[in-house]
């Protein structure tokens, strides 16, 4: 696990100043505590963190191969390396280290753009080759490791592992990107196909970008995508059995390092699935970490302490609570662009007390995705099925009125909330899944920007995307649909960015098991009804470790990895709160109507209305703009 850089000059092959290099590296030595290099040629520099994991001593970055004319600077891990190593032995290749970076080289030699499709694993590099004169940037197929580029005004090509790393390039003008903004509000994070500054990119996900000199710069090539257009044949029973084993090989696989491993344990199905098959797969006790909260009714350490005695792990857990609010400068600072998944705070917590003992932490981050384990894609599924039994007319012209007269309920369980299923039922399913996965709605955000920012924003509408992955979809449902839309959008731009910046950030790897893409393409061949089943999804996943886990932690509700913001905004953090309505900030932005924030935090604080995750949105914002644009 390490952090990248580097500067391709695409016109002529201008020097490229090593310091310019080490700037870039400056503040990202969190991703690479262990080692740092760069390496130059003309027209083209890369550079490289170390994070030693695997051949600690004999892996040093950026890599050349043995005749110097290809050079690699990678970050993260091939889990099947020592397979492709003997494959390529088989071919004549020759290896001088015992890591899996040289063989990314030999696979590049032999293959070339299609060494990807042979790697399993987490990664984001940059591979120069001096014989075809080009520059091949490469990120996994679920976009586990992040890749941020720019194209700049010298005719260069910039890339680094996080944005902070661009912006130490002089050349990079500090713009804001107001549909980013839009995004943010809409989702709660910027998504993979835009960023906060303007004119920087987001390599996406099973993506490669091919650079070469004298050329314009390529639209980014997809390698890999979620295909749910294929059905397995196979009984319940079969179908559990074999996910069992792609299971056990995907946690066995990541279960390889050259330093201390454990896991965060949670208590939830996929971490408990995950610590199970590693206390099988292992000869000592596993080390797990977990984070409470100082709220009972988020709580989950007694379930996670279940799980810790069933498998003899040596356990530790440490508590959340409001006074840990005051990491919310740290926590805007690794994550650059505005990130407001709450969850970030206790996940930075965990991945600080793994710290503490180990350098690798296994996760469950994934099966929520892979198996529609959310409650959205559950309530997804059984709306499109009362879709197809009522007529549209019936559902815009009867359904959508009596949604917008109904009262407001959001102290209540979705299914009881009547306004937002009656609102979702007068909308196409596509338009429904995104209301339900966004977190400021189209209505809301129109009332908080100011006339000014509509004008910019033109028709731009976050949702759009959305409505167009579930339209392209290979799928063969609606919930294959929203699975794909999940798996493309919201893993990579909130679920993955969050244990990325907040593991990177203590020196920390993590790995997902449950992401193995052997793992996400048998999940997408599977019928809807072994996801989904008696109204709860991952029912196929729970079966296959009735083995393994008890009753009670497989089949209690769902709960999530939720942070008490709401009540701390009603509590320990009241005036936090109200400093919104006057930040300097914000105001200054020219975006925002500050009479309408004033309103949301009164009716939150009143008990009216729950405003805690817009709240905490606006609070991640103010600390990004100030950051990023001095605002």
């Given at each position: 696990m390490c952090g990248i850089a580097g500067i391709y000059h695409l016109e002529t092959a201008k020097p490229v100043d090593p310091a310019r290099l080490r700037a870039m590296l400056s503040p990202m030595q969190h991703r690479g505590p262990d080692g740092s290099g760069e390496w130059t040629a003309p027209g083209v520099g890369l550079a490289h963190l170390r994070l030693s994991i695997i051949d600690i001593a004999g892996s040093p970055q950026p890599m050349a191969s043995d005749d110097e004319l290809i050079t690699l600077t990678y970050n993260g891990e091939i889990y099947n390396f020592r397979e492709l190593r003997a494959e390529l032995e088989d071919r004549g290749h020759r290896f001088r280290t015992s890591g899996d970076t040289e063989v990314i080289i030999a696979a590049w030699r032999q293959w070339g753009p299609e060494c990807l499709s042979r790697f399993n694993g987490m990664f984001a590099f940059a591979l120069h080759d001096h014989a075809r004169g080009c520059l091949f940037l490469a990120r996994d197929r679920l976009g586990v490791k992040p890749l941020h580029h720019v194209r700049l005004s010298d005719g260069s090509v910039a890339f680094a592992s996080e944005l902070k790393g661009l912006l130490r390039h002089p050349l990079l003008r500090q713009e804001a990107n107001l549909t980013a903004i839009e995004d943010f509000l809409a989702f709660g994070y910027v998504p993979d196909d835009n960023c906060i500054v303007a004119g920087v990119e987001k390599l996406p996900a099973g993506h490669f970008l091919l650079l070469e000199r004298g050329k314009p710069v390529p639209a980014p090539t997809c390698w890999w995508r979620p295909d749910f257009s294929r059905r397995i044949r196979a009984s319940e029973g079969e179908a559990a059995e074999h996910l069992t084993w792609l299971m056990r090989q995907a946690v066995t696989d990541r279960m390889v390092a050259d330093v201390p491993l454990g896991a965060f344990l949670s208590g939830g199905v996929d971490s408990s699935a995950v610590v199970a098959l590693m206390a099988e797969a292992s000869s000592k006790a596993v080390k797990t970490c977990t984070i409470g909260f100082d709220q009972a009714a988020l709580d989950e350490t007694a379930y996670a302490q279940q799980i810790a005695e069933r498998f003899a792990t040596d356990h530790r857990t440490r508590t959340v609570s409001a006074s840990d609010f005051a990491l919310v400068d740290k926590i805007a600072d690794m994550f650059d662009e505005p990130f407001a998944d709450a969850s970030a705070l206790p996940t930075y917590r965990v991945c600080?007390?793994?710290?503490?003992?180990?350098?690798?932490?296994?996760?469950?981050?994934?099966?929520?995705?892979?198996?529609?384990?959310?409650?959205?894609?559950?309530?997804?599924?059984?709306?499109?099925?009362?879709?197809?039994?009522?007529?549209?007319?019936?559902?815009?012209?009867?359904?959508?009125?009596?949604?917008?007269?109904?009262?407001?309920?959001?102290?209540?369980?979705?299914?009881?909330?009547?306004?937002?299923?009656?609102?979702?039922?007068?909308?196409?399913?596509?338009?429904?899944?995104?209301?339900?996965?966004?977190?400021?709605?189209?209505?809301?955000?129109?009332?908080?920007?100011?006339?000014?920012?509509?004008?910019?924003?033109?028709?731009?509408?976050?949702?759009?995307?959305?409505?167009?992955?579930?339209?392209?979809?290979?799928?063969?449902?609606?919930?294959?649909?929203?699975?794909?839309?999940?798996?493309?959008?919201?893993?990579?731009?909130?679920?993955?960015?969050?244990?990325?910046?907040?593991?990177?950030?203590?020196?920390?790897?993590?790995?997902?098991?449950?992401?193995?893409?052997?793992?996400?393409?048998?999940?997408?061949?599977?019928?809807?009804?072994?996801?989904?089943?008696?109204?709860?999804?991952?029912?196929?996943?729970?079966?296959?470790?009735?083995?393994?886990?008890?009753?009670?932690?497989?089949?209690?509700?769902?709960?999530?990895?939720?942070?008490?913001?709401?009540?701390?905004?009603?509590?320990?953090?009241?005036?936090?709160?109200?400093?919104?309505?006057?930040?300097?900030?914000?105001?200054?932005?020219?975006?925002?109507?500050?009479?309408?924030?004033?309103?949301?935090?009164?009716?939150h604080q009143s008990g009216r209305r729950d405003h805690g995750r817009l709240i905490w949105q606006f609070f991640m914002l103010e600390k990004s703009l100030a950051k990023l644009f001095g605002i």
């Open positions: 600080e007390l793994a710290r503490e003992e180990v350098t690798v932490a296994l996760s469950g981050d994934g099966a929520d995705e892979a198996f529609a384990g959310y409650r959205r894609l559950v309530f997804q599924h059984q709306e499109e099925r009362l879709r197809g039994l009522i007529p549209g007319f019936l559902r815009r012209g009867v359904l959508g009125p009596l949604a917008h007269v109904w009262p407001q309920m959001d102290w209540a369980p979705r299914p009881l909330r009547a306004r937002a299923t009656l609102a979702s039922l007068s909308k196409s399913g596509a338009e429904g899944y995104a209301e339900a996965v966004g977190v400021t709605g189209l209505q809301q955000r129109s009332r908080l920007f100011n006339d000014a920012a509509h004008h910019a924003l033109g028709d731009h509408v976050a949702e759009t995307r959305y409505w167009q992955a579930m339209h392209d979809a290979p799928a063969r449902e609606p919930l294959d649909r929203a699975q794909y839309a999940d798996l493309k959008i919201w893993l990579p731009g909130d679920i993955l960015t969050k244990t990325d910046r907040m593991s990177m950030a203590v020196g920390l790897e993590a790995r997902e098991p449950l992401l193995d893409y052997r793992l996400v393409e048998f999940a997408a061949s599977l019928p809807a009804s072994m996801r989904v089943k008696r109204g709860t999804g991952k029912a196929i996943m729970k079966q296959a470790m009735e083995r393994y886990l008890p009753h009670d932690i497989l089949y209690r509700p769902k709960m999530g990895f939720v942070t008490p913001v709401s009540q701390w905004f009603r509590g320990p953090l009241v005036e936090q709160a109200r400093a919104l309505a006057t930040s300097s900030t914000l105001a200054r932005s020219g975006w925002f109507d500050m009479a309408e924030i004033e309103r949301v935090v009164a009716a």
